[in-house]
């Protein structure tokens, strides 16, 4: 049977994520979300690596990429499971670069090995990491063993930054369409304007051919009219 546990409280301007509403507690923290799967009467129960990352449902395993996260799950473990647990992290041994990596591809800018998992040794291939849920510390284990290690999903906020709805591209188009559109109406209105301006100036001038000296043909006939009519 569920059991719910305590939302965390933000402080005021921080809340302003959308988490998934697939009727799981997920936990926003940063700009992330965060379920933490629970056992029977709050005890962890015994998964593989691949059975904890088929409780996601879609979502990852939980990557810590910070001090400050590995603060958090530090913090809210207790509030899900009883006892210290580990937890199992997203990650992986990949053999061809001999180091470990996040699920989604990307190298560990935070680190937190414990000591007995820090030195240096030859690691079979099918070696995961789970986190310590009280300390934080990493430790490697065996990815297809039964071991009683916490889940937690985690997934990216729905919500833009500041809390703003993230913009889809449907509305993103939708409003560079309008703006082309209504650039081009103005455009059209604009030469149409410029047009009627322009032939109101053409028939306000009368039009006038320029003066043109007479020919000789044209002067000899004049002469000629002027010499009859003194006749």
Partial sequence: QAVSHPAVICPIGRCTIDCPAD???????????YHFVHGEEDMA????????????????????????????????????????????LGMYYDSDDEDFKWQDETGLSFKNWGNSSSSPELIPMDTCVAMHSTTGEWEKVSCV??????????????????????????????????VVAIMGISAVFWFLHQKHQFGAVLTSFEYHPPFRAPTSDEACLVETEETDDMA
């Fill in 145 to 178: 063993e039964n071991l009683e290690n916490g889940v937690v999903c985690e997934t990216a906020e729905k919500a833009g930054k500041n809390g703003k709805p993230a913009t889809s591209p449907l509305l993103s188009a939708l409003v560079i369409l309008s």
């Fill in 23 to 33: 009727g799981r507690t997920w936990v926003p923290f940063g700009q992330r979300c």
């Fill in 45 to 88: 129960k015994s998964y593989t690596i691949e059975a904890a990352k088929s409780l996601c449902s879609g979502h990852e395993l939980v990557s810590v990429q910070s001090a400050e996260e590995s603060d958090f799950i530090i913090k809210y473990s207790p509030q899900v499971w009883k006892g210290n647990i580990h937890v199992w």
